[in-house]
């Protein structure tokens, strides 16, 4: 926008509002804009609290995973993740990629 025209937009507001009413409309312009940066930032401190939480639960898990592995006495020794479980349900070892694939809800369509 030009000079001119920010100049034409405010006589036009001018003569629609008055002076007397300009400055309160100015104030809750204002405060509507803060509401607004408020309500943003306090958006963008939540994906980070998030994403911070993530990082964290992933460094936990990567110590636990290394922590596991340098209990073992022998390479060749079991971990006790990998043992059956005595109740008959057999273990899923996470740990191996499976070759099944995942179906979407978009794909069942």
């Given at each position: 926008m030009g000079g001119s025209e920010i100049v034409?937009?405010?006589?036009?507001?001018?003569?629609?509002?008055?002076?007397?009413?300009?400055?309160?409309?100015?104030r809750g312009l204002g405060k509507g804009i803060r509401e607004f940066k408020d309500a943003s930032d306090g958006v963008k401190r939540e994906i980070h609290r998030n994403i911070n939480a993530m990082d964290l639960d992933k460094e936990e898990a990567e110590e636990t995973a290394?922590?596991?592995?340098?209990?073992?006495?022998?390479?060749?020794?079991?971990?006790?993740v990998d043992e059956k479980v005595e109740s008959g349900v057999p273990h899923i070892d996470l740990a191996k990629p499976t070759d099944e694939k995942i179906i979407t809800d978009k794909e069942k369509v």
């Open positions: 034409l937009i405010l006589v036009v507001v001018l003569l629609l509002f008055g002076g007397k009413k300009l400055p309160e409309l100015a290394v922590n596991t592995h340098s209990q073992r006495h022998h390479p060749t020794e079991e971990s006790p």
